[in-house]
């Protein structure tokens, strides 16, 4: 069975710096299902390749939200 990997690229409000976006990569990769992921904080994204049989916007939304930055809905 092919893997369902799709990328997104969501906005994230609140990254101010490199370490931001660290944060949010760390904290990301270490969810089942996701297999990349980067933050660019000067453009307030953060771009994901999941699979997303196994993970949901939801589950990556709680992540982020949990350390404290905002997702913008879209
Ligand atoms: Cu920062």
């Known amino acids: 069975m092919p893997m369902m990997?799709?990328?997104?690229?969501?906005?994230?409000n609140g990254m101010s710096c490199d370490g931001c976006g660290r944060?949010?990569?760390?904290?990301?990769?270490?969810?089942?299902?996701?297999?990349?992921?980067s933050a660019?904080?000067?453009?307030?994204?953060?771009?994901?390749?999941?699979d997303s049989d196994v993970v949901g916007v939801d589950v990556?939304?709680?992540?982020i939200e949990d350390l404290g930055y905002e997702v913008v809905p879209g």
Do not use: P, W
């Not at 660019?40 to 999941?50: M, P, S």
């Open 60 to 63: 990556v939304r709680g992540v």
């Open 23 to 37: 944060r949010i990569t760390s904290a990301l990769s270490d969810v089942a299902g996701v297999n990349e992921v």
């Open 5 to 12: 990997t799709e990328q997104q690229v969501m906005t994230v």
């Open 40 to 50: 660019d904080h000067e453009a307030g994204t953060v771009t994901l390749n999941a």
